[in-house]
C-alpha cells in the first residue's frame, strides 16, 4: 500500500492528498512534521521537509515529483491536462503556487499563526505590511488575470493546478488573512468554486481539524 508522510495542514501534502483522492487510491497517512530532526526520518528524505511517499520499491520526496509520479504511474482520473501546452502551463502555475505564492502566504501564517500559537513570540506586523502591501499585490494581479471567470483552469475539471493556487492561501487564512474580493474577484470567486469542489472541500474539512480550526 502506498505510504504518504506528513499532515494534513500542509499545502505541499495537500496536493498529494488531493491526487490520491482524485485517483481513488489506498494509502496510509503517517503522520510526519516537517524538520522534526527524526532520525528514522531523515532517512526517507534527508531535508527533513514533508510530503514522501513510498509505493512499494519506489520513496520519493518533493509534492511536484511525487503527484508527477502518481500521474504517470496511475493515469486513470488525470490531474494534468492531457493536451501538452495545457500540460506545461499546469505545471507553471503549480511551480509558481509552490514557490513564490507559498512564500508570501507561508510569511504571513509564520508570523500571525505560528509565532504567536506556537512559538510564543510577538508577530513581526512589519514584515506582514510589507508582505500584503507591497510584495503580495503584484502576483494577485497576475493570478487574477490568469485565471478563468468561470469554471477552473482547464475547464469544467479540477486539476492540480486549481488546487495549487488556492493551498497557499487556505493556510494564510488560517492566520487570518483574505483575498480583497473587492480588487481581485476574480481571482477569489474562483477559489470559492475550488473550495466547494467535493474531494477539495473534505480534504479542506480534514486540514482545518488538523489546525484546529474546525
Not at 532520525?39 to 519506489?58: A, F, H, Q, T, W
Not at 505564492?101 to 504567536?116: H, K, S
Not at 513570540?121 to 497576475?142: F, G, V
Request: hydrophobic letters at 45%; charged letters at 20%.
Amino acid at each position: 500500500m502506498i505510504q504518504l508522510y506528513g499532515v494534513a495542514g500542509s499545502p505541499f501534502v495537500r496536493k498529494v492528498l488531493f491526487v490520491l483522492a482524485v485517483k481513488e487510491l489506498p494509502f496510509e497517512h503517517i503522520q510526519q512534521m516537517p524538520f522534526a530532526r527524526d532520525p528514522e526520518y531523515l532517512k526517507i528524505n534527508p531535508l527533513g521537509k514533508i510530503p514522501s511517499l513510498r509505493d512499494g520499491d519506489v520513496l520519493l520526496c518533493d509534492s511536484t515529483v511525487i503527484c508527477e509520479y502518481l500521474e504517470d504511474a496511475y493515469p486513470e482520473h488525470p490531474v494534468y491536462p492531457l493536451d501538452i501546452p495545457g500540460k506545461a502551463r499546469a505545471r507553471w502555475l503549480e511551480e509558481l503556487a509552490g514557490s513564490r505564492v507559498t512564500e508570501l502566504a507561508a510569511g504571513i501564517f509564520f508570523q500571525r499563526y505560528m509565532r504567536p500559537k506556537v512559538l510564543k513570540q510577538e508577530p513581526d506586523e512589519a514584515l506582514i505590511e510589507k508582505i500584503i502591501n507591497k510584495q503580495l499585490p503584484p502576483m494577485l494581479d497576475y493570478l487574477e488575470s490568469q485565471v478563468p471567470g468561470e469554471g477552473f483552469l482547464f475547464g469544467d475539471n479540477i486539476t492540480l493546478a486549481d488546487v495549487s493556487l488556492l493551498s497557499p492561501f487556505v493556510n494564510a487564512g488560517y492566520a487570518g488573512f483574505a483575498v480583497d474580493p473587492s480588487r481581485w474577484p476574480v481571482f477569489v470567486g474562483f477559489m470559492e468554486r475550488v473550495k466547494s469542489q467535493p474531494v477539495v472541500a473534505r480534504l479542506l474539512a480534514e486540514s482545518a481539524a488538523a489546525m484546529g480550526q474546525a
